[in-house]
């Protein structure tokens, strides 16, 4: 019998009462389809500073390096703001993880489901019948990392400084990575960049130029950042796979996540290196606490129950469980199950919590 070990870190907000919709949700896939999962509970973020004293206790750690796959929930909220920015749940958490475990691959889904397009901002005339669209945003680089960083005094003025470095074999890595997923759907690559302005997006579209003739499969193109942000609210259907350097895609996928509809419904991966088994990977909802409706019942589950399956696909070698799970989502919203951020009016719509969605899924499944 498969056995997969796995790091429950619900954190903050929203994230245990969603975790706990995904978990019942992962029950039910793990008696299904015949696997079971060892799960280790920990405090992350704010949680982890009440608890423990910081962000990313140690024993958390621990358990996540034994651990194939963490499951994450959110962190973050009003109580822990006015903490120093570094040691704040998102700074102090989430960067730190990625860059323990070497998460340089993450990995965001931007669908917007044909029955949900009335929750899209967009209008009517450019969702359509919705889209599909997955970033795979480079998570370990670029200005979040680079050195030097600095915010201070120099010579009498007050500077601050950030460095967007790239190694040419990072950029290489997380191009075989879009490639290969671009190879797996439609076919179609974008790479988004800022070389008509950057150094490092010179490079790094020189290396996705150069990895493209071993993909012949795959069709590459390229967008200057500033020209995908309005594609993408302009004809959003034109994408299949975005690629893009760490910052970029931190505000594309916002954007991206907007344009679907509702955070709610976003999961993500971040995968670092394989094993025989799959990726070791930290999986989260793309959608951040929600401290206002936290504790309420009412938040939607669905990016945490997605999020879980993803998990399943990419670091439990899963992938019927993960396509059941993904599927029994679909079926959900088809019958009309709504939570409050998904909700239009419209007729047919039935109403629930974060629960009753979780009832839903599990009926489906
Ligand atoms: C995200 C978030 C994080 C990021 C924050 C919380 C540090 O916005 O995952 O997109 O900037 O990467
Ligand atoms: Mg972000």
Redo the contacts with the bound molecule.
Sequence with gaps: MNSYNIAVLAGDGIGPEVMEQALRVLDAAEKKFGFTTVRTACWVGGAGIDHCGRALPAETLVACEAAQAILFGS??GPKWDTLPPAERP??GA??PL?KHFELYA?LRPGICLPELTAASPLKASIVGQGFDILCV?E?TGGM?FGEPKFYGEREGEVVALDTLVYKRREVERIAHVAFRAAAARSGRLCSVDKANVLSSSVMWREVFTEIAAQYPQVQLSHLYVDNAAMQLVRNPAQFDVLVTE??F??IL??EMAVICGSMGMLP?ASLGARSSEGFFGLY?P?G?SAPDIAGQGIANPIAQILSMAMMLRYSCAQPAAAEAVEAAVRRAIAAGYRTADLATGAPGEIRVGTAGMGDAVLAAL
């Design positions: 962190v973050g998102e700074r989430l960067l990625r993450n945003r998570l979040y760490n910052t895609g931190d996928t916002d993500s989260e793309s951040g």
